[in-house]
Structure formats: structure tokens, C-alpha cells
Nanobody
Framework: QAHLVESGGGSVQAGGSLRLSCEGAGFTSSIHCLAWFRQVPGKERERVARIDSEGEPLYAASVKGRFTISRDNAKNTQYLQMSSLKPEDTAMYYC???????????????WGQGTQVTVSL
């Protein structure tokens, strides 16, 4: 059964860094795109970064220059390196995988369980 398992969340002070990891296994369809989303209570899940099978990344404007997405295909793992963190980055972060690089969360095929990131002043 396909699954994604995340690790690396936690609490950090503003300006600090965290790295999230997400290991996948058991996919029954070809995975072209990997991504990280985040969600705060009462708001929709938003995509913060994605990387396609060619290794081409794309970032939301709010994280560009601070976050870096990467993938290690040999380990079936994707990463999100987060630097210069701000309190507004506080959210539950989810990794996702899909057959294409969809814009909306509802179109993605596979999801991790989520990991909390909390940034304090």
C-alpha cells in the first residue's frame, strides 16, 4: 500500500532553520511530481514548493529564497530545507506525490500524515 512518511518538524525561533523529510513507498502509478503543502486551521491547504521528475523546482512567493525542495530518487525521499523561518510559517506541513504537478491540493494522489512546524518570536 502506498504511503508517505514525514519527519523533521518541530519548534524553532524566528530566523532559524528546519529540514523536513518525506519517504515514500508502494506507489502503484508513476509519480512525476513531489510537493510540500502547509495548512493552518481555518485556511485551505496551500502548496509551498514542488519538484518535478526533471528536478525542476517551483516555489510559492511567500517562501521563495528561504525554502529549498529536493529529492533523492534512490532513497524515494524528498526534502524541504527551510531557512530564515518566520512566525507566519507556522503550520502543519504535508508532503504529497502525484502523476502531475497540480496546483490544487485536491488533485494530488498521495499524502503524508503531516508534521507540525512552529516558529516563535
Amino acid at each position: 500500500q502506498a504511503h508517505l512518511v514525514e519527519s523533521g518538524g518541530g519548534s524553532v525561533q524566528a530566523g532559524g532553520s528546519l529540514r523536513l523529510s518525506c519517504e515514500g513507498a508502494g506507489f502503484t502509478s508513476s509519480i512525476h511530481c513531489l510537493a510540500w503543502f502547509r495548512q493552518v486551521p481555518g485556511k485551505e491547504r496551500e502548496r509551498v514548493a514542488r519538484i518535478d521528475s526533471e528536478g525542476e523546482p517551483l516555489y510559492a512567493a511567500s517562501v521563495k529564497g528561504r525554502f529549498t525542495i529536493s529529492r533523492d530518487n534512490a532513497k524515494n525521499t524528498q526534502y524541504l530545507q527551510m531557512s530564515s523561518l518566520k512566525p507566519e510559517d507556522t503550520a502543519m506541513y504535508y508532503c504529497a506525490a502525484a502523476r502531475a504537478c497540480y496546483e490544487w491540493a485536491s488533485d494530488w494522489d498521495y499524502w503524508g500524515q503531516g508534521t507540525q512546524v512552529t516558529v516563535s518570536l
